[in-house]
């Protein structure tokens, strides 16, 4: 579990680390290079859980490529019950207005503004924006970096 003080608003503790997969880290289904490095370190720190409406139908493959669990869910309300249900709380990564009530549920939201777009409201729930996933998965190596962004 990570316990990152922030100065002036306390510590942010999680053990769990939620991913979005399409425009998060897949597009049009396919993954975007380099993410298996990035879930295999995050994934050394964090349990992860890939959450998914498998819109494109390559979730059963994809699930063979990721080192952590991916679980199917239908709608937003489906991935804030999984947020809601784990222990230690949880980081949330995403993109999509399906990912609003995760990043809710989550002590922390990072959206993701990459191929696919950044809903508007997940724009406003998360706690930090990003480009893509690899500045999101370095904001979990790297405590550092998300002091100071949110730090007043």
Known sequence: MSAIEI???GPLSFRHV???????????????????ELLTAVSDRYHCLVLTG?????????????????????RG????AVARSLEGGVAAIGNGRNDVPMFEAAVLAIGILGPEGLAREALLAAHIVV??????????????????????
């Open 7 to 9: 100065p002036g608003l």
């Open 18 to 36: 939620l991913i979005d997969m399409n425009g998060t880290l897949a597009r049009d289904g396919v993954l975007l290079p380099g993410t298996v």
């Open 54 to 74: 498998d819109t494109f139908g390559t979730a059963g493959r994809l699930r063979d490529e990721i080192p952590c669990d991916l679980q199917i869910v239908v």
């Open 77 to 80: 309300g489906d991935k804030a």
């Open 131 to 152: 480009p893509d996933i690899a500045a999101a998965m370095g904001l979990l190596l790297e405590d550092r970096r998300i002091v100071g962004t949110l730090r007043p």
